[in-house]
């Protein structure tokens, strides 16, 4: 079975990318629970037979899909490890916790945080960017706000630019607080929070009597990889009394690059970052993680102290404030342990090279699309994502949408879709380290190729 997947991502550029699922790999899905067991191998087989060949192809050089991650050998077998132990890392006193908190012991000097901020590692930076802005509301509200919830007439409101990810809604609206109550910026023409628009937001809250509490910067906008002028919104925030939050997903670990790094000026005010190993950090999924300045507040949004969960000086039981003290999960696997094995294994620096080749593979991109007439660029590029659509007549949106489908369905590369002030952008995302020129290359020729043979003037509705 190792061999097997070892294979697999040694060779995986002979694959397509992706492929349309075949409906008897379907359908090998829907039988029902089985009651006796098989042999070890031919579960196997079928893995090998319907799971494998279909899987969404993240690991593969030509993937640009969204923001996904590659993966390493490295972080595969480090996860096989993990599962060995099967450490269960809410708490107690073992080593894993340990690793855990190293890496919160790198990030905050990666970000310039004191050696009393707290962190955690969580599914990805949606759960990250919720337990941020449940620690802002602890610190707007008071622990009452833990037993009686939002007390009446106290509206908290936020503030995201136009471009941050739709988690930050979600988590407004899973906090009490209503996603109605995020304000979305507009962006400046580098699609970056429009600082002043936030000021004049706030003012006219305050006015109204609602309360401003929280403000979220992204750093590596998902449609563009904008990063906002992070200073400029910790100034607003030190003004307004707010907490300052980056939403660092992707692009916080930018901060590996020296020629990156002075992008990110202005993190090391944040109260709060979210952050994704599992993006361009090149960890297997899942691996997100949530860094805070006031490690005390922190602790004081999630602990609790239930009798089963007594901590003690000696024995298993100490070792108190455990990882489950800092969120809303108990029982959580070892995830920090292939976040270490990638860092140990490669270094903070290879891994910063790895972030910087994919912004100068972004900057190739956006100069070949510039110097073919029949592609126009949609956004500047800020990172590693490059939007841009083919020109064509009659309904261009929905031309661009049968494009990228045409890509993906050739195997050869696979963008996604987005949308830019207005226009269906086909979006490159270049995160993984496998990647190179001629993947880039290779897109771009499918992309003519298969654009010159759409037809034009076609509806949305016979895309
Ligand atoms: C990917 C992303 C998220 C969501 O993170 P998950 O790990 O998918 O939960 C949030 N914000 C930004 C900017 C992102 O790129």
Known sequence: MLDDMIDYLQDIRQRPVWQPIPDDARAAFRSGMPAQGSELAAVHQQFMQHILPNAIGNTHPGFFGWVHGGGTPVGMLAEMLAAGLNANCGGRDHIPIEVERQIVRWMAELFGFPATASGLFVTGSSMANMIALLVARFRALGREVRS???????????YASAGAHGCIAQAMDLAGLGSANLRKIPMNAQFQMDVVALETAITADRQAGLQPFFVAGTAGTVDVGAIDELPLL?????????????DGAYGALAA???????LLDGIELADSVACDFH???????????????DGAMHLDTFASRDTYLRRDARGMAANSPWPCDFGPDL??????????????????????????????LARYLEERVAAQPEL?????VALNIVCFRYRAAGD?????????ADVQESGIAAPSATTIRGKLAIRVAIV???TGQQDIDALLDAVLKLGAARPQFITTESA
Do not use: M
């Open 148 to 158: 009686h919830g939002i007390p009446p007439k106290r509206q908290l409101v936020a």
């Open 234 to 246: 910790a100034a607003v925030c030190e003004r307004n009394g707010l907490w300052f939050h980056v």
């Open 256 to 262: 590996l690059a020296p020629a990156l790094r002075p």
């Open 279 to 293: 993006k361009w950090g090149q960890v297997p999924y899942d691996a997100g993680f949530i860094l805070v300045r």
């Open 331 to 360: 029982s959580r696997g070892f995830r920090a342990l292939k976040t270490w094995f990638t860092f140990q294994v490669f270094g903070a620096e290879r891994i910063g090279q790895v972030i910087n080749e994919t912004c100068l």
């Open 376 to 380: 126009e660029l949609l956004a500047p």
């Open 396 to 404: 261009v949106d929905a031309f661009n949408a049968g494009l990228v």
């Open 432 to 434: 993984n380290h496998r």
